[in-house]
């Protein structure tokens, strides 16, 4: 089973594939993930993807999929694949049906984590986590039980990510919307598209979604 995992940063996105992954042995496959993966490789394609990244160019839609079409090319037939962050333009959702097609697969669901954008902002700018070991806390959902203390490790030392601010979270929701908008009209007339509170609990998120894979 292939699907499409839509929604914009912060929806959860990241933690739901990996729960596919480790409850049902799909792959996900990332673009920021294999674009690292590929320019550290010592191969043309890999030699490319540096020279264009550290250049501060757009690695081309070609290059993506021509990843994407090696890592299907691993893959066997039944390891089924979840696509994160690809594709954004209704022309990589085109080349994407094309390469499922060559290795006699297609898209069984898109699946988009909808949000609430005042929610999701509070949500990503009340984040910070660990200096030492990554532990991920909340300003207002998960703080440390003792206070200025990690739980895992006992640092005092925390940090925030530069762009958990909420000029940023409005602008990644505009672009997302701006992307996403495309791509969905395509899929929604094939009768593949569903949609799931990405605001519920992890749990419930996981459950919706399975309940969407196994229908």
Do not use: W
Request: aromatic residues 4%; contains cysteine; glycine residues 10%.
């Amino acid at each position: 089973m292939d699907i499409i995992l839509l929604g914009p940063p912060g929806a959860g996105k990241g933690t739901q594939a990996q729960r596919l992954v480790e409850h049902h042995g799909m792959l996900q496959l990332s673009t920021g993930d294999m674009l690292r993966e590929t320019r550290k490789a010592d191969t043309e394609l890999g030699h490319k993807v540096a020279d264009i990244m550290d250049s501060g160019g757009l690695v081309s839609d070609e290059i993506v999929s021509a990843m994407i079409d090696a890592k299907l090319a691993d893959m066997g037939p039944e390891t089924g694949a979840i696509f994160d962050g690809y594709p954004r333009t209704a022309a990589q959702a085109d080349q994407l049906d094309g390469i499922l097609a060559r290795h006699g697969r297609k898209l069984d669901h898109v699946i988009e984590l909808e949000v609430n954008e005042e929610a999701l902002v509070e949500r990503i700018t009340g984040r910070f986590t660990c200096a030492n070991c990554g532990a991920g806390y909340h300003d207002v959902f998960k703080q440390p039980a003792t206070p200025g203390v990690c739980d895992k490790c006992g640092s005092t030392e925390f940090k925030r990510r530069p762009d958990d601010n909420e000029e940023t979270v409005r602008k990644r929701m505009q672009e997302y919307r701006g992307k996403t908008a495309p791509i969905l009209p395509g899929y929604e007339q094939r009768g593949i598209v569903s949609r799931v509170d990405g605001m519920a609990s992890i749990e419930d998120v996981t459950h919706a979604i399975d309940a969407i894979l196994t229908r």
